[in-house]
């Protein structure tokens, strides 16, 4: 069966997002003065959150996320139901952690309406059945 066009775009958009997404985050991990500087901000933002996560644990958590979407996608667009599920997965930790050490803020409302629309583009019937007869 022929990939349908929301599939491919959702998957390169995921490989391209995790490739340019994870130089700036390994930047942090090289450059101690870039990690402090990144440190500094986030502490400034601390005011909304729920729960208190290490910045080096949302970091490393962040650079898991790009291997784990790189992955996700390179296989959704072999057509591989396990990436589509883990992507779902990834997207729903990100932002249960949002949620967690941001508080109810726009940012989360802001992941939480496109992890619906990606959601809805990777369940409907098309791509099920793309995901099916792979």
Not at 95 to 119: D, E, H, N, P, R
Request: glycine share 4%; net charge positive.
């Amino acid at each position: 069966m022929k990939r349908p066009l929301s599939i491919t775009l959702i998957a390169w958009f995921f490989i391209v997002y995790a490739v340019l997404s994870l130089i700036p985050k390994l930047i942090l991990f090289i450059s101690p003065e870039a990690y402090d500087m990144a440190k500094d901000y986030s502490a400034l933002h601390k005011s909304n959150e729920i729960l208190s996560i290490p910045f080096w644990a949302q970091i490393l958590h962040a650079c898991l996320g790009s291997v784990v979407l790189a992955i996700s996608g390179l296989f959704m667009l072999k057509g591989k139901a396990w990436a589509r599920t883990t992507l779902v997965v990834w997207i729903l930790s990100v932002v249960i952690i949002t949620f967690l050490v941001a508080g109810l803020t726009l940012q989360l409302y802001t992941k939480s309406v496109v992890a619906i629309i990606i959601f809805l583009m990777l369940y409907w019937p098309g791509a099920n059945k793309y995901f099916k007869v792979n």
